[in-house]
């Protein structure tokens, strides 16, 4: 497995005008990017050599980053300091990851076609992987509400022929609650939904879709029984050339929206006004917030996973 530590700085500018390698004279007063962003700081290679990487998440306990490599069937596990290891395999070729209100790490599984709970490494349940007795597709990204309840997303993309497979028993790629042992059908009308956020307050809920032919984030406002209603959209890539599609997705707790996208990490504040693009040198899937100061991005980046040091 390869591994670097070195800083690598780019050439290419963000959005609003802000290089990524440039001096702190450089930087203009008005860009809101630099508000966020550590002084002078750039995605840095954490390790490299994957099939696929997605679904990131730190664990304090471990002190360390969790993410999966889809097609490597392997939740893995790497330091700050970059050494990396195996947390699970086979993972049932896990995407998302997040720990629940009782620390318990929840897998979003595609082979699985599950959400599965670990209470250890060596120990595991299925937390739900029908909808009305037919099987899930592949769920692909979870977030839990206060309340306990999971909201995840249901593409079909570890499916044999994703849509068209023999074995898709969902007609549709869902956005689904599951409270209590009861799952809730939120919206049947993305053809590729994928990563979702909620907002501080848990008054809005995020959806990514990572359709090539409608790459959008959607808003929604989350009524007081849990479900969704007034859709808006807070991004749409139209004919955008740069090369990303809206995928994993987080919500900061001044409650702005980094959500990957063409051109790199999106950065929208809560009124949905884009304040600037991250780029990195591979592609992003997903991000996350954490590292021992609290104030590190966590990239996942097709083979590659990467850190952003933030203010």
Known sequence: MK???????????????WTACSSPSAEKEDDPLAALIAEGA????????????EGPVWSPALEAWLFSDIPGNTIHQVTEAGEVSDYI?????????IYNSMSHLIAAEHSGRALRVYFRPDSSAILVDNYQGAKLNSPNDVVQHSNG???FTDPPYGLNGQDDSEDKEVKYNGVYRFQNG????????????????????????????????????A?????????????????????????????GIKVDDKGNVWS???????????????????????????????????????????????????R
């Open 3 to 17: 591994k670097s530590n070195i800083n690598t700085c780019l050439l290419a500018i963000l959005t609003l005008g």
């Open 42 to 53: 750039t995605p840095t290679l954490l390790a490299d050599g994957f099939g696929f990487t």
């Open 89 to 97: 395999t086979p993972s049932q070729n896990s995407n998302g990851l």
């Open 149 to 151: 309840s999971y909201y």
């Open 182 to 217: 009861e799952m809730t059908l939120l919206d049947s009308t993305f053809t590729r939904p994928n990563g979702l956020a909620f907002s501080p307050d848990e008054q809005y809920l995020y959806v990514t879709q990572s359709d090539a032919a409608n790459r959008i984030i």
């Open 219 to 247: 808003k929604y406002e989350v009524t007081t029984e849990g479900t969704l209603a007034n859709r808006t959209l807070l991004y749409e890539a139209g004919d955008e050339p740069a090369k990303g599609l809206p995928d």
């Open 260 to 310: 990957t996208g063409p051109g790199g990490i999106l950065v929208f504040d809560s009124n949905g006004t884009q304040l600037g693009t991250i780029t990195v040198p591979q592609v992003p899937t997903n991000l996350a917030f954490g590292g021992s100061d609290g104030k590190t991005l966590f990239i996942t980046a097709q083979s590659g996973v990467y850190t952003l040091k933030l």
